[in-house]
């Protein structure tokens, strides 16, 4: 081991290798919001078996977003369905008063918006402190830079690439300079928070999505709309892992 370390030239060569060595970090997190609730237990293994390893559970109250979903119950009975950890994406006002509920009915990361929380380090602190990973999740419109003194608390960044309340909508390109900052912020500070990105996630944006600095992709239309989820699934793992590859 120590060997192997010994042989490269630099620290600055050995961590270039181990850039490019490193496992693939990529992961795809189906959203129900476009699932068909009357068989979600199903289509929502038929996407895990194609190899997703997150499941992404968008919660929307009519307020913050003009649309409404599901909430804890619903989250209750799926957790039965599958132990893949379930990213739950919370577009609610007031977060605060439903992330125990949330945590109790089996959430394992929970995202809430900077637009909808006044005092956004309190309301992080009270997602880490039931031991579930906190996400901050910014709008179209919202600069990366709003979160710089923030960003030392989080678990994971979510980039919202649509505006949020619906499924199916065309991805902003503008996001991809969004996720290139925010790679940017994390390592001028030194940070490891991951990087995930939600709406218009499919096999013809995902390429540049991933060039750009996305780990975490959250796909609704593009597994479920139509089709087989498991194959969808298994297509866009491979898109990605390719652009991946690709990057240098
Ligand atoms: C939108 C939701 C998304 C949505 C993405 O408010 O947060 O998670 O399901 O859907 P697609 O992948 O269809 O753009
Ligand atoms: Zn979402």
Redesign the pocket.
Known sequence: MFCRVFAFRSVLEFQQRFEREKPLLIELAP????ADFGRLAEQVQAAVEGGATLL?V?V?DGHF?P?LTIGPPVVKSLRKATPVPFDV?L?IENPDQYISAFVDAGADWISIHQEATVHLHRTLELIKSHDVLAGVVINPATPVETLSDILYLVDYVLV?S????????K?IPHSLDKLQKLAGMRSEQRLNFRIEI?????LDTITKIVRAGAEVL??????F?KGDPKANVQSLIKAASEARLQRV
């Open positions: 959203s129900i919001l476009s992404h968008d929307m977003v649309n994406h577009m919202m649509v505006n949020p309340g619906f499924g199916a909508q991805f939600d709406g218009g996630v499919a959250v796909a609704g239309n593009a597994v709309g």
